[in-house]
């Protein structure tokens, strides 16, 4: 599979690598993302994980750090996604002597598989050592992103280092298992002045990776949103004044109308919640003018829809933000669509309607987006609710790059569904 996936990739043509620097800082009006200029800007993006067990971007022991920024503005993208893991941070306040990359990699791999990773790593990226700390690990790609004129937005995936997401893992919901609101809140603290300080490109945040009910945790409820996201987006605003702050709905962040139609966001009866209610507006916020909504849309569901339908059925999730004649709209937001995507095998594109009916909603609302994802392998993946947990270097079949992080993975695919994502906000 793999082989063959290598022998049909092709490199796309090089292109020039530096950038004019983007307009920063960004703000909003009304449903629109301003550069600093005051002209509009869209997030046309890719997703790069560094939140699973070794807590850096993924990838490194197939290329350089460099080489791997370049794919994004080859592929025609102003932006990235990078995930992060609170536990990075964690073990930042508690002096962890675990942070340094050799540990990173030889814990989570084992001291033969580590070893070998390590050296790959170093190999590919002789500006590190044993010794570099993965937040300098993270400095040094978020450096390149800006010599290379890409757009980092952080986005906070989990608290424990692993894959996401599953029911009852531990990371999905504020008090759960591994999320400890505190160490969260201390952690968006710490990163955001240390992004706004050492990253040039770094525009933007996304407070929590799809928020999602959980079993033992604080009540499920926007309530209970309300309190936590306000108060870990008063931590970001605080320290990083500048920086946009996304926000994630419910469920998977698959839906998030109440905030754009106004609701009263309920707790819930018969817990700590009962009878608490909050209303999310805007102007009661230092950052006001810093707001945007995001969700995610993967092909899970009735997969055959029409586009009028599959249209319809999405609008009512969240987009009414960017509908000023929509009577229901109590406040205008940007949103972004800040995860879709799909195995990258040359037909699935078209096999359901979901690519179609996406591209079609982007050109009908003009939102931005973010693909998932860049990477063609990972160092190591654990999914709890899979047989094995945990698995060393791993093929990600969704990924745009191939396994060895050194070709496009599929150039139909790219021709039919990125390039189409982008020429829709042309
Ligand atoms: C970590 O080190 C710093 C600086 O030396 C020190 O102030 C802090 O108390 C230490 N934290 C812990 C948890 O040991
Ligand atoms: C330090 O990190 C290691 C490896 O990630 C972990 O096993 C350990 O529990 C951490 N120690 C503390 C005090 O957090
Ligand atoms: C770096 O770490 C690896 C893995 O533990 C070890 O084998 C190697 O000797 C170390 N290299 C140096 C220069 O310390
Ligand atoms: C909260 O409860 C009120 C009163 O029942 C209801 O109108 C409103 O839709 C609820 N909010 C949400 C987000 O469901
Ligand atoms: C919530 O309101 C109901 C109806 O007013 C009341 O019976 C109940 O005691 C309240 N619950 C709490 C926890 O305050
Ligand atoms: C915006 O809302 C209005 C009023 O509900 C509706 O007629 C229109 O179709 C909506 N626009 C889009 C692009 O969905
Ligand atoms: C691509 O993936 C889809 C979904 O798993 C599958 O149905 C299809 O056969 C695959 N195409 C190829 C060429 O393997
Ligand atoms: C698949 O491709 C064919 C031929 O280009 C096209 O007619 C059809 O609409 C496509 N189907 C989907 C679901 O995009
Ligand atoms: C170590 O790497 C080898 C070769 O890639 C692999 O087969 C093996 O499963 C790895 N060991 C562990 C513990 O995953």
């Given at each position: 599979?793999?082989?063959?996936?290598?022998?049909?990739?092709?490199?796309?043509?090089?292109?020039?690598?530096?950038?004019?620097?983007?307009?920063?800082?960004?703000?909003?009006?009304?449903?629109?993302?301003?550069?600093?200029?005051?002209?509009?800007?869209?997030?046309?993006?890719?997703?790069?994980?560094?939140?699973?067990?070794?807590?850096?971007?993924?990838?490194?022991?197939?290329?350089?750090?460099?080489?791997?920024?370049?794919?994004?503005?080859?592929?025609?993208?102003?932006?990235?996604?990078?995930?992060?893991?609170?536990?990075?941070?964690?073990?930042?306040?508690?002096?962890?002597?675990?942070?340094?990359?050799?540990?990173?990699?030889?814990?989570?791999?084992?001291?033969?598989?580590?070893?070998?990773?390590?050296?790959?790593?170093?190999?590919?990226?002789?500006?590190?050592?044993?010794?570099?700390?993965?937040?300098?690990?993270?400095?040094?790609?978020?450096?390149?992103?800006?010599?290379?004129?890409?757009?980092?937005?952080?986005?906070?995936?989990?608290?424990?280092?692993?894959?996401?997401?599953?029911?009852?893992?531990?990371n999905g919901w504020f008090g759960e298992k591994y999320f400890n609101v505190d160490n969260w809140i201390r952690g968006w603290s710490f990163i955001s002045s240390h992004a706004r300080e050492n990253w040039p490109t770094f525009a933007s945040v996304g407070l929590r990776n799809e928020l999602r009910k959980a079993t033992t945790s604080e009540p499920v409820d926007w309530y209970t949103w309300y309190v936590h996201m306000t108060?870990?987006?008063?931590?970001?605003?605080?320290?990083?004044?500048?920086?946009?702050?996304?926000?994630?709905?419910?469920?998977?962040?698959?839906?998030?109308?109440?905030?754009?139609?106004?609701?009263?966001?309920?707790?819930?009866?018969?817990?700590?919640?009962?009878?608490?209610?909050?209303?999310?507006?805007?102007?009661?916020?230092?950052?006001?003018?810093?707001?945007?909504?995001?969700?995610?849309?993967?092909?899970?569901?009735?997969?055959?829809?029409?586009?009028?339908?599959?249209?319809?059925?999405?609008?009512?999730?969240?987009?009414?933000?960017?509908?000023?004649?929509?009577?229901?709209?109590?406040?205008?937001?940007?949103?972004?669509?800040?995860?879709?995507?799909?195995?990258?095998?040359?037909?699935?594109?078209?096999?359901?309607?979901?690519?179609?009916?996406?591209?079609?909603?982007?050109?009908?609302?003009?939102?931005?987006?973010?693909?998932?994802?860049?990477?063609?392998?990972?160092?190591?993946?654990?999914?709890?609710?899979?047989?094995?947990?945990?698995?060393?270097?791993?093929?990600?079949?969704?990924?745009?790059?191939?396994?060895?992080?050194?070709?496009?993975?599929?150039?139909?695919?790219?021709?039919?569904?990125?390039?189409?994502?982008?020429?829709?906000?042309?």
């Open positions: 599979m793999t082989l063959l996936l290598s022998a049909v990739a092709a490199a796309l043509p090089a292109a020039s690598t530096k950038r004019d620097a983007p307009n920063l800082p960004f703000s909003t009006k009304g449903r629109d993302i301003l550069d600093s200029n005051g002209d509009i800007f869209h997030y046309k993006g890719t997703n790069w994980p560094g939140h699973q067990e070794i807590m850096i971007p993924e990838g490194l022991q197939h290329a350089s750090v460099a080489e791997i920024v370049a794919w994004i503005p080859k592929f025609g993208l102003n932006s990235v996604r990078m995930t992060f893991a609170i536990e990075m941070i964690d073990d930042i306040y508690s002096n962890n002597t675990s942070q340094t990359l050799e540990k990173s990699v030889v814990n989570a791999l084992g001291q033969e598989n580590g070893t070998l990773v390590l050296e790959q790593i170093l190999e590919n990226n002789p500006q590190f050592t044993n010794e570099t700390t993965r937040l300098e690990v993270w400095d040094a790609v978020a450096k390149e992103l800006a010599d290379q004129g890409v757009i980092l937005h952080l986005d906070n995936h989990v608290s424990k280092a692993f894959w996401c997401c599953g029911d009852d893992d531990g108060a870990a987006a008063d931590a970001v605003h605080e320290a990083a004044p500048d920086a946009l702050i996304f926000f994630s709905g419910l469920s998977y962040d698959t839906y998030i109308d109440p905030i754009p139609l106004g609701k009263t966001l309920n707790g819930t009866a018969g817990t700590a919640t009962a009878n608490k209610t909050a209303t999310f507006v805007p102007s009661n916020f230092a950052w006001e003018d810093k707001i945007v909504l995001e969700l995610h849309k993967y092909d899970f569901e009735v997969t055959q829809n029409s586009c009028p339908t599959f249209k319809a059925n999405w609008y009512k999730q969240g987009f009414q933000a960017v509908n000023a004649s929509d009577p229901a709209t109590q406040y205008l937001f940007p949103v972004a669509i800040t995860e879709w995507g799909f195995i990258q095998n040359g037909t699935y594109w078209n096999q359901t309607t979901y690519n179609k009916c996406l591209i079609e909603m982007v050109e009908d609302y003009r939102v931005s987006w973010m693909q998932w994802e860049i990477s063609g392998s990972f160092y190591l993946q654990t999914r709890p609710n899979r047989t094995p947990n945990t698995i060393q270097g791993p093929e990600e079949f969704w990924g745009l790059l191939n396994y060895k992080w050194d070709a496009v993975r599929d150039p139909v695919t790219v021709e039919n569904s990125l390039d189409k994502m982008i020429a829709a906000l042309d």
